[in-house]
């Protein structure tokens, strides 16, 4: 899709959508509100999509399954080792698979530090990293009612399901909450025990909250009257290699199509949308994918950058590959995939630098405002490590040779193929150990 398209197209077919819903509105009103006081009596998340105007959500009570709570001590919780690829050819899907509501959140060991860099980041970088969009007029509604729902929806969670790391205190219940979990009192204070932090969810801004509470980022998708998914807010603290403020406002497609995610036009846009739009309250999905990311050790001696200290491996920022995270030039030089040869020709990589960055993304919907929540949380894992483990460094190096070309275009192959032999040497160990048979492919998802 090229630029002209998108600015001159776009508001010709929101116009003429917009017209048509127009003409079928009167027409489907009184069903449809029909069908949303059967959906609030009797079960909610049936599929209601089929008889909804693009856009239009009523509200929904929703039963929540009950949770298990989680009592493990935070410093035993080890980071879950996802390790998304398979052996042989990579197919470009999305991958996603049903989620249990007791994995909506993730927390380990690493809370206390990763909450450190994250407060650090929402102190020092404000908007770019935490931001609401207001309503785009006749498109979409603005971000602020579904950020004030998720951060109630995160309190009522995580205190079920880690009811030792976070405390709440409710209000009176008789005062009827608007947003509250199997008719409680609404939350009024959250408290982080490992950190002895209490924060008021009426006081504090919601999405700064919401990031502040887990390890996760967030973006919260709303659907707009022409049936696209426009990311309305986002708390993107530690993003990697994308940034919040180039986004914000975006409808979904267009964030793939400037992200140039491979095959995205062909193979993903349609059944994005689509799914998007379909997806039950009482259906979350959960997908993984993984890149590599390389990090040149901080020049310790010259560097006066606290955020260094706090994130050795450049977990919020890829700064060895994409420099300084506030260029202006960023965004366009995304927007112009870089060829091939541009990394060609350079310093071998050392395997020491490379890192695998595994992403799990969750979305669900959300009962009151019928947004979209969407959790992205990165676990970054020294390839060396990686290697160690059975059947992992031949089942990379097997994956990573599955790429079609402009999947490998997009995870930057080309910066990492040194690593190609490296797995394939570790992976000779394996066999030769008697660790793994030399032709079984037989590991796969470890989840
Ligand atoms: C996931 O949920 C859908 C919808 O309920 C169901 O049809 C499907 O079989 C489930 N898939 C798995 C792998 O459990
Ligand atoms: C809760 O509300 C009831 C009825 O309004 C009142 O009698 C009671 O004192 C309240 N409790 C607290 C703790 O505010
Ligand atoms: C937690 O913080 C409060 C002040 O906010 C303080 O009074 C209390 O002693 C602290 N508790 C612990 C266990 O450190
Ligand atoms: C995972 O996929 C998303 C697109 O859905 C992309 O933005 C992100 O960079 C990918 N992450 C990794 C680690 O490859």
Known sequence: MSPLFRFDAVPFVVGLLALVALGLFKLRQRSSRVHSTRDQTTVAGKPRTQEREPGEWTPATFDYPQLEPCTDELNTIKPIPYRPFRWGEYHVTMGIRNMSWNEWIEIDQNFVAHHRLREHRIRTRGERVVRVHDAQPGIVASGHNAARELVYELAEYLSRR????????????????????????????????????????????????????????????????????????????????????????????????????????????????????????DKPVVRNNYSFQLVHPPLSSTTTDPEIALDPTELAWC??????EDRDDFERRQSSVPPLEEAAGSAPVDPNEVFLRSERQTLRRLPRTGAIAFTIRVYQTPIMDLAREPGVPGRLASAVRGWSEDVAQYKGVERYKDVLPYLDERHREQVEAGLIKEDDHSSSYPF
Do not use: C
């Open 319 to 324: 700064r060895t590959i994409h420099g300084d």
């Open 162 to 281: 880690y009811p030792d790391i976070y405390h709440v205190t409710r209000k009176n219940k008789s005062e009827k909450g608007t947003y509250s979990w199997y008719g409680e009192g609404q939350v009024q204070t959250i408290t982080i025990v490992p950190l002895n932090v209490t924060y008021d969810l009426e006081k504090e801004d919601p999405m700064t909250l919401s990031a502040s509470l887990i390890q996760e980022d967030l973006a919260i998708m709303i659907e707009g009257s022409d049936g696209r998914y426009y990311l309305q807010a986002g708390a993107i603290i530690i993003p990697g290699s994308w940034r919040l403020s180039d986004k914000i406002g975006m409808p979904l497609d267009e964030i793939h199509v400037t992200g140039h995610v491979p095959q995205y036009e062909r193979k993903l846009h349609l059944s994005m949308s689509r799914f998007f739009r379909r997806l039950p309250l």
